[in-house]
């Protein structure tokens, strides 16, 4: 047999063949199909296909199209439902070469008035998987684009605390004619989910090609998020960009959708741009505010490393101080509760009741510091706090790194200064081990009370810094371990003379002066040195001298009870005719502190001065006259006195 004979006889009986299958197709239709279509799903799942209605198909090269009437493909005995998926009709197209590959891609396909209940099990088990154990992510059908004539979609997961049902509608209204109306309720990780919308006809699950117009609105637990704009790849979220609006009662509260930490802050609304391209995401241009600080700037998040990469660029045109608050803990309104709580200043050493605290002591969470690595920058210009503290801008970088959280500058404006810090939380330890290093330049004495009338005509700069170590999980817990030490210092200036008279207790010269005015004296020096251990500040060294009186102070201020155990000494160096001469006790808790003189030694004096008044009139003021030493002192040899007689009290 020649070549060409045996290429036509070849030929002849592939149509023969053609012409037998089409004759066969006419007469028997695609049914015969439909159980070996059947058998093989159930072989290869364990679980049962029903195809109901007439089989048809139509060809096409790469993608033949498959229609069938009614259709329901069984659940695994452990999910809750009995059918993964039930329509009425559906029409799918397959390709060919991948099917070739023994792969099952689906490019296109429609389900009419479909119900699908996807679940997750124990064990790592999904319905959605083929595979006899439900566990191979390679068993599973791919679908490109998906088609819904109204329908019921759910999800249900309970290891998570998840269950949604969401109903699908076709909608004239919508991003494009024909398109789909959601609705959704139901639990995320706990909390109640509601969502609605409108999107385009054709769910794009993994086409990389077609954005996929979209518009809706999800409230989980108290967040509300509206978007609308385009996604490209409903599974991947390979391209978006959308107009996003997110606003809740606590940025917190968006872990459990972003899965990665976010600070405690107050109620807050944020409107702005969001783009994914790769593995980038990015919140641009957004706006909106904290409480009562406006916020603007942008966020990027990078994925596809070891954990999430943020960087944040944030500024604040007017920054509310009560809005900081939460971020280190604070509780809204802690500060008016505990004075209201706080007991009357006593002798005893009973315990400040802890309704009367006023440091922060929510807790941080450090569980969450390890799902993202961080940078922040917040710059404010103004900020919104109480009169009595004269704060001004704002510049501080957060740096998150493997669960060490870093503030490295936080600068403060201060009383025409600065106070400039570098805090360091160490979330790897249990608890948490800080490190705090603040140091104040150039604050001014004149504005650093401003409450206090006597302080406005003052003149003279503050500096000093203190370095403390402790270990806790909130900053009341760190404070009352914390070790170390604090320093401030005034050298020169002059301050109001009738303050210094007061502290004084010179009767005789606060009368003179609130007759004829005040007036500014020559304040040669100024110490605040405290030793910090396990929470104790012991004064090493307290002075307050001017060239008419010199202040020594001993005692002890508890971080950990919020307690003030203070002694000022007044040693005058002019003679004052009429003078209590008894020390100033500071007493009572951070939320009451109260400031007095030593009771016994008044009334000491007083009772003299009367013994006296009864032999003489005239000699009735001699326990009330003090003399004064008459002549400044050394500054150095102040510090050296304070000390001993600091280190005499401790004792």
Request: aromatic share 4%.
């Amino acid at each position: 047999m020649t070549l060409r004979s045996s290429l036509k006889w070849i030929a002849g009986v592939a149509l023969a063949l053609i012409a037998l299958t089409v004759l066969f197709v006419a007469v028997f239709g695609w049914n015969w199909l439909r159980g070996s279509i059947e058998r093989t799903a159930l072989e290869k799942t364990g679980r049962e296909l029903v195809i109901g209605g007439d089989l048809a198909i139509e060809f096409g090269w790469p993608h033949p199209r498959l229609h069938a009437g009614t259709v329901t493909f069984a659940n695994p005995a452990w999910a809750k439902e009995k059918q993964m998926v039930a329509a009425e009709a559906f029409e799918v197209s397959i390709d060919l070469p991948q099917l070739m590959l023994r792969n099952i891609v689906l490019p296109e396909v429609r389900l009419r008035r479909p119900v699908i209940l996807l679940e997750q099990g124990s064990e790592g088990r999904k319905n959605w998987l083929l595979d006899l154990e439900q566990q191979d992510e390679g068993a599973s059908i791919q679908i490109d684009r998906l088609m819904l004539d109204e329908g019921t979609l759910g999800y249900d997961d309970a290891a998570q605390k998840t269950s949604i049902r969401a109903e699908v509608s076709t909608s004239d209204a919508g991003p494009s004619e024909g398109g789909l109306r959601f609705s959704a309720q139901g639990q995320f990780k706990g909390l109640p989910l509601k969502a609605s919308g409108s999107g385009g006809p054709v769910l794009g699950l993994r086409d990389e090609r077609t954005p996929y117009p979209l518009k809706g609105e999800l409230s989980v637990g108290r967040t509300v998020v509206k978007g609308e704009g385009t996604i490209t790849s409903l599974l991947k979220f390979s391209a978006v960009d959308m107009q996003l609006a997110v606003s809740g009662q606590n940025m917190a509260q968006l872990y459990p959708l972003l899965g990665i930490a976010v600070p405690e802050t107050g109620a807050y609304a944020t409107a702005g741009h969001i783009v994914r391209s790769g593995e980038t995401w990015r919140y641009e241009k957004f706006s909106g505010r904290i409480g009562a600080s406006d916020i603007a700037g942008t966020v990027q998040v990078v994925t596809g490393g070891k954990r999430p990469a943020l960087e944040a660029d944030v500024v604040s045109k007017v920054l509310d101080l009560a809005d900081l608050g939460p971020l280190i803990g604070a509780r809204p309104g802690r500060l008016e509760a505990a004075r209201e709580a706080a007991p009357a200043p006593s002798e005893t050493t009973a315990p400040t009741p802890a309704r009367a605290r006023v440091l922060p002591d929510m807790l941080f969470k450090t569980e969450r510091w390890d799902t993202v690595d961080a940078e922040v920058t917040l710059k404010a210009k103004t900020i919104r706090r109480a009169e009595e503290l004269p704060l001004e801008d704002l510049v501080t970088h957060l740096s998150l790194r493997d669960s060490v959280l870093r503030l490295d500058p936080l600068d403060f404006g201060i009383a025409g200064g600065q106070l400039n810090a570098v805090i360091t939380l160490d979330g790897r330890k249990d608890p948490i081990a800080a490190h705090a290093k603040v140091k104040a330049r150039k604050i001014l004495i004149a504005k650093l009370f401003p409450t206090v009338k006597l302080t406005k005509a003052s003149i003279g700069q503050i500096n000093g810094e203190f370095d403390l170590k402790g270990n806790g999980d909130s900053v009341r817990r760190m404070l009352a371990s914390s070790n170390g030490t604090l320093g401030l210092v005034v050298a020169g200036g002059e301050i109001s003379r009738l303050m210094m008279e007061q502290i004084g207790l010179h009767l005789w010269e606060i009368l003179e002066l609130q007759v004829r005015g005040d007036e500014r004296v020559k304040l040669r020096c100024a110490v605040a040195d405290f030793d910090v251990k396990e929470g104790i500040m012991n004064s090493r060294a307290l002075i307050f001298d001017t060239e008419i009186t010199t202040i020594l102070g001993t005692g002890t201020i508890d971080l950990g009870e919020e307690k003030l155990d203070l002694t000022l000494n007044q040693r005058t160096k002019d003679t004052s005719p009429v003078a209590l001469r008894s020390p100033i006790l500071i007493r009572g808790s951070f939320a009451r502190p109260e400031a007095g003189v030593d009771k016994g030694r008044v009334a000491a004096r007083a009772l003299g001065a009367a013994l006296l008044g009864m032999v003489n009139p005239l000699l009735a003021l001699i326990p009330l006259i003090d003399a004064g030493p008459g002549q400044d002192s050394d500054c150095a040899q102040l510090v050296r006195d304070a000390r001993t007689l600091s280190e005499s009290a401790n004792k």
